[in-house]
Every structure is written in structure tokens, then in C-alpha cells.
DNA sequence: TCCTCCCGCCAAGCA
DNA sequence: TGCTTGGCGGGAGGA
């Protein structure tokens, strides 16, 4: 056995297979697939160094081997190397290119249909697959993981999996774009960059060390796997590594393109995502690489899957590596789609008639594994729990009400930290992460925002309600999340690992994970916010039973308020030196904001939607801890002062709005690229008969609050229409173009848009510095008049702010993508 | 030099 | 206890 040598040739051959230009590829000749003719031995380097060292050893060893070899292949029908010689045999050897995962990956998707006939099921058996393709196991292990996670495959038994093919894909997609965007993983990214853009200014990596001991490791709570109804998990390992499995790697990145415009990521930021938070590169390169080492395995099933491609982007930072994605386009969630895949597949389809909570539960934990079982009961404990709390809430007066620590002590589901959050808090100042995280979670959980009025025929889009996942008291706490807008519904269940950890996320809810470092802006906030959360609670339960009213949306205004401020502050002409000072500043808080997003096992259940009341059993309903059309004469609502302005009519004050999150660096911008087209289109004309709607969509989109195809008219009702979310928004900045493959493509973001219902109209609830919103307008948007130009400020007639030319323009950003 | 990712060790856990 | 599964990171090929 000797070294891989080069091919050059036969790599090129490859390269070519492995860039078909979208044709199937086929396998690759057999020459080019002969195997090396042993397996390594553990004396294989050193037979490597010894034939290194001398050409003549090397070539002696060769053809000794070469004959060792040969009687072996014939034993295993690959016999070529038996007639080769020398540079001959060279040629033969395979190169590291014709060993890549992608080649292997067409070889195996090679084997199997992409649709097969549900009536005959495919069979893998790993032992075959390995024989024939002659590849080590474990390479296998890295196709089939990437497949499971697109359920294209399943585990049947140990060294069996059933081949799906395609029939699971679409409603595969649609749900992890739907997890994704639950997830918020757009701000997400947008934050990522932010913090790239301004690490710039803070190369030091002290911040790092902050931002580290503030959201503390939390990879595992990052960790969950999103099934689809009849393609069981069935992984060998139940616990645990599954959590950090390369199937939820998968999902998560292909999470990633689905919720990106364009559809382009990069290796880094799915890395540091994937990572849980960003905060950690620096502290711990070695995950980060091996965090990207496995990118590179998915993405290279991704890409044989041509689900993905290539390509960099270059941006001012540099050129990264990325990927685009190049599958399916996933509409937006709609309900008519969540059972079709299902229906084809080869794996046993969800009857629609199979609504009840136990049939839910069957479906999903069929194995009988102790996992299942206890996942189960706590389920069953878990909404009971709940239910009797929304029993409770919902006999209560309809008005907002303020909801003491008290009454969580009397919730099983919450333990009585409630209760004890000024001792949360201090320990949360201390830097005990647990109880902050447990706070976190409460937090989480009372973050509840009203809709005033809203179409009842109408699922508006933001109004899904919270999963509340407490999962400190037990090993599994599953809930089960209804999603009224695609009608499938998921039970998240919290590792037990995760369990000090945030993890609960709703569409409409943007967590806000308190720091448990010494940040000095938060401490302040840290009352106000528990005050906060005792009032919420009880928005989130009363509203468990008119989920379709709800918004799920938050507000903190505390956080808000002290934000814009911080935001004003910092757009304000200052020195450089203390410019950079106070974005360090500014970036303590902002991460305060930083969004965490669910954990544990996350199990769509279609076929117990929201809407079907008797089909999903009142247990399960309770679990549904959806939301409250909190009136804004709400506690909540109240702490920050509102003027009554377009905002409020459309409860702009239900979202916690960080605008800095969009607007502190152009970087956000273009990490953001999202560029709504209702909302450039309506803007870049000034007879748009309602830019405030599109600022507003824009803004909104932006930030994660509502999926890209929803918008929200900024009327006094709410509603919401579902617009394809599939347009091309890229191709509406100017002089933008869409992304074409082979080339390096320049698109600028300079785009108009109309300001008179943009977020930032909310910063004059900071009331102690009025003459910041100017900075704010100057510092994070140009007017016409060019970058400079200091826009003027006046009300609206009601009662917002907005720039004299009635138009803010997002400063100029480059991004290139080029293909390989 | 950096990117890419093959390779196999070895631990977890199943049968 | 052997085998399956898969996390993980060293290190080599390639650009």
C-alpha cells in the first residue's frame, strides 16, 4: 500500500462528473473506481515515509504490493490493478477527489431511485453499500445522516435503512424553513455579521471574552432534529449524540438557505450558528473547525443531492467560501402541502384521520425504547400542567391582568423561580448562568403580545403561539406548538442537557436571554424585566384559546427603550476613539438581545392541527400556550410611553423591536439582504399608496418577526397576505442582478424606502435625549442628498417621527458571489 | 498558506 | 461482548 497519488487526470475526469451542469450523474467508470487494493494498515505510514524516502524502495514496494494486492482484488472482483505497472498503477489509485464524500454520495443516490414506488420499499443495507462502493463504513454513515435529515432515508434496524427518495423532500423543506424561520435564523445572521462588521473595530477579542461568559456554552441547547410524521428517528444512539448529530448539523443548515435571500450562506456563519453562539469562535477555534469539517461533509451530500452549490462571496472582508442553494424552492407554509409528501412516500403516511394526541404520539415514538416512553408521559404531564393553568387564566377577566410571582407558584410547569427572580437576578449579575438561563426561559415564556383586531377568518401569519418548555423539571419536557399558519404543529422536547438553557421560541416571540456577565447597562433592566415578566404571563395563557387572533409578538420596552438610546448615542458624531468605545458599549447590549432559539427535539405534528379543536385532545391543547390580544392599555404596553402613532395602531409596540439589530451597521444591512420587494417596490415610487405597509413588511421581514412572504398592512387590523416569498428581492435594488453561476456577481443595496412607518419612528419613546432620533436617522440612513445630509426631523401626523424627505435610504453595501 | 475534507480513532450504546 | 454508530480532530491533498 502506498500514498494516494496525484490524479491529475482522473481527478479532472471526476471534477467533470461532479460538475454535470444539473445532469444525473452516472457512475464513474470502473477503472476509476478501483479501490486501493488494502485496506490501511496500522503500518501504513510508515510504509508511506519509507517509500517517500526512496523512489526506489517506493517503486520496489509498489509492485510487491501491486502483487499482494492483485490477488486480493480478484478476490473481491477488482482486478485492474493486477495489469498495471508503475505510473499505470499510480494512475489507478484513486485521488483524494475520487474519495470526496460528494462522489461517494452520487454513487450511493446512484443505487436508488429518486422516486421510488411506495408500493416497493428500497432496502440499504450498509454492508452491501459498503462492499460495493468499496468505501469505509463510516463514510456511509455520513451520506445516510445527511439523508435522514431530509428524511430521503430511514433507519429500519441496526445496519437497515428504508430509502425514501424524494417523496419526503418537499414537505421536509417546507418544515425546516418553517423551523428556521421560527428560529429566527435570519437575525440570527444578521447579528453574525453585525458583530463581524464591528469586530473590526474591536480586534481585540476582548469583547469575545464577554460575549462568552455571557451566553456561556449553549451548543446543546441549539441541538434538534425536526421529523416529519412517519419517517420515525430511529437512531441508534437515542440520547445524547444524537443532539449533536450530523442529521441536526443537516437540518439546520439547509434551515439556513431556506430562510436566506438570497439563498446563499456562507461556511462561517452556519458554523458559528450551528455552534449555538457566535461569541465562541475565538474561544474555541478547534469547534469552529470542526464544526466547518463537518459543513463540508453536508454540503457535499448536499451538493450531490443538488441541493446546493458552491460559490463564494466576497464581501469587504474578504472571500468566503458559501454555498447557494440550488434544490426546490419551498413555498410559503401553507396547510395544503403538509400531508402530500407523506401521501407518496414509501414510509407509512399519516392518515389525516389520525388527529388524537395518543395517535400523535404513536406516530411519532413508535420505537419502544424507554426515550419514547418517557418523552411521552411528560408530554402528557407537561399540558396537563398547562391546562390547568390556562383554566385557571382563562377564567379570569378578559382585560389585562397582572399576573403575580405568586400565581407561577402555583403552576407545576414552572418551578418557583418565578417567584425568586430577584434572587434570579442577582445570581444572573453573578454570573450564574443556570438560574439566569432558568430566567431566560421564564422570560421566554411571558413574552406574549396582543393583536388588537384581526380578521377571526383569518390565521394571521405572526400568530403562532408559544411552546413553553420548561424542562427543568424532568428529563423530557415536551410541548406541543400548534402552528395555525401550515397547520402543523411540533412538540419540542428538551434534552435533559438543555434543560438550564433558553429554549423555547415562538414566531412572535423574541427571547431575551439575560445576561449572566457583568454587563453593567443590563442591571438596571433586570427589575423592570421581571416586573415584565410576571405581567405577561397571564397574556400568554389567555390567549391559548383564540390563537388565531393572536400576534405573537414581544415587547420590552425597557430593553427597547434603553437600546434606542443606546443606538442614539451611538449615531451621534463622536470620536473615533470613542466611537469605537461605545460600540463596544452598544454591543454588551445589544447581545442581551440576541435571540435564542429552541432546542431539544422539535417534531412537527401535521396532523394535529391547531383549528381542529376535538381532534387534538384538551390535554394537548393545553399545551398550546399561545397568546393574548392584549389591550395597550396592558401593563406591558404602558412602561414605555407611545405616542399614538401609526406604530401602535398596527402594535408595533407587541414586537421587541432592536432596531440596531438593522441598523447599526451597514454590514446588518447587507447581512440582511431581504430586501422585501412589496417594500422597495411600493418605495421606490412615492405614489405607493402605502409605503408605511412596506416599511413596516420590510422591517418586520427583517427582523424575523414574520416570514418573507407575509406582509402586514399597517392598518388598524391586522391581517396578513401570503405573497411568494420566492420573488427574486435581490433584483429589486438598484443596480443589483441576480446571482448567476460561473461569474462574480455584484449586487448594491441602495434602496429607498419609505420611512413614514419604519421602526426607528419608535425611538422618541426615549424621551430623556430628544434630540437623538435626528442622530439615529443620520447615522443609519442617507437621504438623497448623500450620506451626510442630516435629515430633519418631523412628526407625523400621528405623532411619529419621520425624516423631512420622507424616505431613508440603507446605506450602500456590496456583496459578490462567485461560483467555482 | 489556507481551504477542503479524507481518514480512522475511539467512545457510546445497542443487540 | 462484539458490533454498530458516529463524534471528533489530525493531517494531507489541492488551490
Not at 439523508?147 to 437497515?160: I, K, P, Q, T, Y
Not at 461556511?267 to 455552534?275: M, N, P, R, T
Not at 443538488?306 to 442553494?325: S, Y
Not at 406582509?711 to 411568494?724: D, E, R, T
Request: charged share 20%; hydrophobic share 30%; net charge positive.
Amino acid at each position: 500500500l502506498k500514498t494516494p497519488l496525484k490524479q491529475a487526470a482522473t481527478s479532472q475526469l471526476v471534477l467533470t462528473e461532479r460538475q454535470p451542469d444539473c445532469q444525473p450523474l452516472t457512475t464513474p467508470p470502473k477503472p476509476k473506481e478501483t479501490p486501493p487494493a488494502d485496506p490501511w494498515t496500522p503500518t501504513s505510514n510508515l510504509k508511506m515515509l519509507i517509500s517517500a524516502a526512496s523512489p526506489e524502495i517506493r517503486s520496489r514496494e509498489q509492485r510487491r504490493q501491486l502483487s499482494d494486492s492483485s490477488s486480493e482484488v480478484l478476490q473481491t472482483k477488482h482486478c485492474l490493478q493486477e495489469h498495471l505497472l508503475g505510473d499505470e498503477y499510480e494512475k489507478s489509485q484513486p485521488s483524494r477527489k475520487e474519495k470526496s464524500l460528494g462522489l461517494l454520495c452520487h454513487k450511493f443516490l446512484a443505487r436508488y431511485p429518486d422516486y421510488p414506488s411506495p408500493s416497493q420499499k428500497s432496502y440499504i443495507c450498509l454492508d452491501e453499500v459498503t462492499e460495493e462502493l468499496h468505501v469505509e463504513r463510516r463514510r456511509i454513515y455520513d451520506i445516510v445522516n445527511v439523508l435522514e435529515s431530509l428524511h430521503m432515508v430511514s433507519r429500519l434496524a441496526r445496519n437497515r435503512y428504508v430509502w425514501h427518495g424524494r417523496h419526503n423532500l418537499p414537505q421536509t423543506l417546507q418544515a425546516l424553513k418553517k423551523v428556521g424561520e421560527e428560529n429566527k435564523y435570519i437575525q440570527q445572521i444578521q447579528m453574525i455579521k453585525k458583530r463581524e462588521y464591528e469586530h473590526e473595530f474591536d480586534p481585540d477579542g476582548e469583547r469575545n471574552e464577554e460575549m462568552a461568559s455571557s451566553f456561556g456554552s449553549s451548543e446543546q441547547s441549539e441541538m434538534s432534529f425536526v421529523e416529519l410524521p412517519g419517517v420515525e428517528f430511529r437512531a441508534a444512539s437515542v440520547n445524547g449524540r444524537k443532539y449533536k448529530s450530523l442529521r441536526v448539523m443537516s437540518q439546520k443548515f439547509v434551515m439556513l438557505f431556506l430562510v436566506s435571500t438570497p439563498q446563499i450562506v456562507s461556511l462561517e456563519v452556519a458554523a458559528k450558528i450551528l455552534i449555538g453562539e457566535d461569541q465562541l469562535e475565538d474561544l474555541d477555534k478547534s469547534k469552529f473547525k470542526t464544526k466547518i469539517r463537518r459543513l463540508y461533509d453536508i454540503a457535499n451530500v448536499l451538493s450531490s443531492l443538488k441541493l446546493i452549490k458552491k460559490v463564494h462571496v466576497t464581501e469587504e472582508r474578504g472571500r468566503k467560501p458559501a454555498f447557494k442553494w440550488t434544490g426546490p424552492e419551498v413555498l410559503p407554509n401553507t396547510q395544503d402541502t403538509k400531508l402530500e409528501a407523506t401521501s407518496t412516500t414509501s414510509s407509512p403516511p399519516i392518515s389525516e384521520s389520525i388527529t388524537s394526541k395518543e395517535q400523535c404520539s404513536k406516530a411519532l415514538f413508535p420505537s419502544k425504547g424507554k426515550q419514547s416512553f418517557t418523552r411521552h408521559s411528560s408530554l402528557i404531564k407537561l399540558v396537563k400542567s398547562i391546562e390547568n393553568d390556562r383554566r385557571k387564566i382563562q377564567s379570569a377577566p378578559t382585560s389585562p391582568v397582572k399576573i403575580s410571582a405568586s400565581t407561577y407558584q402555583s403552576l407545576p410547569v414552572f418551578p418557583n423561580t418565578i417567584a425568586q427572580f430577584p434572587a434570579i437576578t442577582k445570581h444572573q449579575l453573578e454570573g450564574q448562568s443556570k438560574t439566569a438561563e432558568e430566567m431566560q426561559m421564564k422570560y421566554a415564556l411571558s413574552s406574549p403580545e396582543p393583536v388588537p383586531k384581526s380578521e377571526p377568518s383569518q390565521q394571521p401569519a405572526l400568530s403562532q403561539p408559544l411552546g413553553v418548555c420548561p424542562a427543568s423539571h424532568s428529563s423530557v419536557s415536551p410541548v406541543i406548538l400548534p402552528h395555525l399558519q401550515s397547520g402543523v404543529s411540533y412538540a419540542i422536547y428538551l434534552h435533559p442537557s438543555q434543560a438550564h438553557t433558553v429554549t423555547t421560541y415562538s414566531p412572535g416571540f423574541m427571547l431575551q436571554p439575560l445576561p449572566c456577565a457583568n454587563v453593567t447597562g443590563i442591571k438596571s433592566n433586570n427589575s423592570k424585566v421581571l416586573n415584565k415578566i410576571t405581567t405577561e404571563e397571564g397574556d400568554i395563557q389567555r390567549g391559548l384559546d383564540e390563537p388565531t387572533k393572536s400576534l405573537a409578538a414581544e415587547e420590552r420596552p425597557e430593553t427597547k427603550s434603553e437600546t434606542s438610546q443606546r443606538c442614539l448615542k451611538r449615531s451621534q458624531a463622536l470620536p473615533e476613539t470613542n466611537l469605537i468605545k461605545r460600540r463596544k458599549s452598544d454591543e454588551e447590549s445589544l447581545d442581551t438581545s440576541l435571540t435564542f432559539f429552541p432546542s431539544g427535539y422539535l417534531i412537527p405534528l401535521t396532523h394535529c392541527t391547531h383549528s381542529n379543536k376535538a381532534e387534538c385532545s384538551t390535554k394537548e391543547k393545553a399545551g398550546v400556550c399561545s397568546l393574548q390580544h392584549t389591550a395597550y392599555s396592558s401593563p406591558i404596553t404602558g412602561v414605555i410611553p407611545m405616542p399614538a402613532s401609526e406604530l401602535k395602531t398596527v402594535n408595533i409596540p407587541a414586537f421587541h423591536i432592536t432596531p440596531l439589530n438593522i441598523m447599526l451597521s451597514p454590514n446588518s444591512i447587507a447581512a440582511a439582504p431581504v430586501l422585501s420587494n412589496s417594500c422597495l417596490n411600493s418605495s421606490s415610487t412615492s405614489s405607493a399608496p402605502n409605503p408605511s405597509s412596506s416599511a413596516l413588511n420590510f422591517m418586520l421581514q427583517h427582523i424575523g418577526l414574520i416570514p418573507a412572504g407575509v406582509q402586514i398592512p399597517a392598518n388598524p387590523v391586522l391581517q396578513h397576505m401570503p405573497v411568494s416569498s420566492q420573488s427574486e428581492n435581490i433584483s429589486h435594488s438598484s443596480g443589483s442582478t441576480n446571482v448567476q453561476e460561473g461569474k462574480v456577481i455584484k449586487f448594491t443595496f441602495y434602496s429607498p424606502i419609505n420611512e413614514s412607518n419604519c421602526l426607528f419612528s419608535l425611538q422618541p419613546s426615549a424621551p430623556k435625549e430628544p434630540q437623538e432620533p435626528q442622530a439615529v436617522t443620520e447615522n443609519f440612513f442617507r437621504t438623497p442628498g448623500g450620506p451626510n445630509t442630516e435629515p430633519a426631523l418631523s412628526a407625523n401626523s400621528d405623532g411619529t417621527q419621520r425624516t423631512s424627505q420622507g424616505t431613508l435610504y440603507i446605506p450602500q453595501r456590496k456583496l459578490e458571489v462567485s461560483e467555482d
